[in-house]
């Protein structure tokens, strides 16, 4: 299997018999339906501190 990151940096050298395609496709879909404004949302999003997923169960009882 080829190391795609080194082998492929100026793009895919197996073409449709590539098994990395299905993740290929998938962010070519995502580039094509999100905005830059969101992209930065969600990048921002990721050093925010995590919220408590439920934050009422721990005073429960």
Do not use: W
Request: negative net charge.
């Amino acid at each position: 299997m080829n190391n795609c990151a080194e082998t492929c940096v100026n793009g895919c050298i197996l073409g449709d018999k590539c098994p990395h395609l299905e993740y290929a496709q998938a962010a070519r879909k995502f580039l094509e339906e999100t905005s830059v404004d969101r992209m930065i949302e969600i990048s921002e999003a990721r050093f925010l501190p995590k919220q408590p997923e439920d934050q009422g169960s721990q005073f429960e009882g």
